[in-house]
């Protein structure tokens, strides 16, 4: 399975970005699906979580209410839909899939290559 992220850029505090995430390869494997990000110095940590009906979400305590994560298994893509953005968001967002995964890395088998969003004061 190959994940391609795409959709980060830069954007000023308080707006909005939409982040995807294609999948190919053996996607039948693939059921949950989540984002992570990583700022500079800092540690990988979870954003949001999504099951493989699009039904189940979860999301980090930081983002909920501001980020909604879908997904359109037609297209085999997920989105991150990023509103209210602020400074401390810049850090580059990973996608991640696999059999099962939630709020932990390790629960994820595959991973995209990542897109850095700055956001700005």
């Known amino acids: 399975v190959q994940l391609q992220a795409s959709g980060g850029g830069l954007v000023q505090a308080g707006g909005s970005l939409r982040l995807s995430c294609a999948a190919s390869?053996?996607?039948?494997?693939?059921?949950?699906m989540g984002w992570f990000r990583q700022a500079p110095g800092k540690e990988r940590e979870f954003v949001a979580a999504?099951?493989?009906?699009?039904?189940?979400?979860y999301y980090a305590d930081s983002v909920r209410g501001r980020f909604t994560i879908s997904r359109d298994n037609a297209k085999n893509t997920i989105y991150l839909q990023m509103s209210s953005l602020k400074t401390e968001g810049t850090a580059v967002y990973y996608c991640?899939?696999?059999?099962?995964?939630?709020?932990?890395?390790?629960?994820?088998?595959?991973w995209g290559q990542g897109t850095l969003v700055t956001v700005s004061s």
């Open positions: 999504i099951d493989w009906k699009g039904v189940l979400t």
């Open positions: 991640a899939a696999g059999p099962t995964g939630w709020t932990y890395a390790y629960e994820y088998e595959y």
């Open positions: 390869g053996t996607t039948f494997t693939i059921d949950d």
